[in-house]
């Protein structure tokens, strides 16, 4: 079936310094997602990305955060700068279309800011 | 607003036996529904949706889901559980007359004993 990539699987940052997370989102998606899973578990939204715009962001989208995915090519989470708490794994997904389409989710990329 | 209970953070079931993961709602109307499964170091993977028609819907490897719209709740069922089954369930949430991204519940990790 279609797949999502993450690049790269996992990153270590100090504290204060700047991450991109990258990815690879099915070819004819139009939404874009990221979560942040923490402790395995608690899957939680950080942002939808539509038609070059954040269509919908939740309070743990901080103002540190911010999307975009120029051209057609990755869809990235910037990160500047970090801070420990945000050490956790990030998703991201996609979907043709938004309400009743499947999101599609990549394999994460777990982030650990020391 | 919206949100989504998994009231069960660890269930363990023998191999052979019945399964239900439960899952409610808070929303005011009839959103999209969705459960999905995290096998160790995956993204998550569609299971089922519902939005309307027959209120249990069938879902991949022999589950399916009932919708109780006077209980808002959405419980996956399994009839007998098999050892591959043990991973994360989620259960999601979509909003029907808006594009705002799917929530997700806490999560339900299964673990299926031999």
């Known amino acids: 079936g279609p797949k999502v990539l993450q690049i790269p699987s996992h990153q270590i940052i100090d504290m204060g310094q700047m991450v991109t997370l990258n990815c690879d989102p099915v070819?004819?998606?139009?939404?874009f997602y990221w979560y942040k899973q923490i402790l395995g578990q608690q899957m939680e939204f950080l942002v939808n990305f539509y038609n070059g715009k954040v269509m919908e962001k939740s309070k743990l989208f901080k103002d540190q955060f911010s999307v975009e995915r120029p051209d057609g090519s990755y869809f990235t989470l910037k990160i500047q700068p970090t801070a420990l708490e945000d050490s956790a794994v990030y998703f991201c997904?996609?979907?043709?279309?938004?309400?009743?389409?499947?999101?599609?989710f990549g394999p994460g990329t777990r982030l650990t800011v020391l | 607003a919206q949100s989504v209970t998994q009231p069960d953070a660890r269930v363990t079931v023998s191999e052979g036996a019945s399964l239900q993961l439960r899952c409610k709602y808070s929303?005011?109307?009839?959103?999209?529904l969705f459960w999905y499964v995290q096998y160790p170091r995956q993204g998550l993977q569609l299971l089922l949706k519902?939005?309307?028609?027959?209120?249990v819907v069938q879902g991949v490897n022999g589950f399916e889901a009932e919708f109780i719209k006077s209980n808002s709740s959405f419980h996956l069922r399994k009839a007998s559980v098999h050892w591959s089954d043990s991973a994360v369930y989620f259960c999601?949430?979509?909003?029907?007359?808006?594009?705002?991204?799917?929530?997700f519940g806490a999560g339900t990790k299964l673990s299926v004993k031999p």
């Open positions: 999601a949430v979509s909003p029907f007359n808006n594009n705002n991204a799917p929530r």
């Open positions: 519902y939005y309307s028609g027959d209120p």
């Open positions: 929303y005011s109307g009839t959103p999209y």
């Open positions: 070819s004819n998606h139009l939404y």
């Open positions: 997904a996609s979907s043709p279309d938004w309400g009743f389409y499947e999101q599609y």
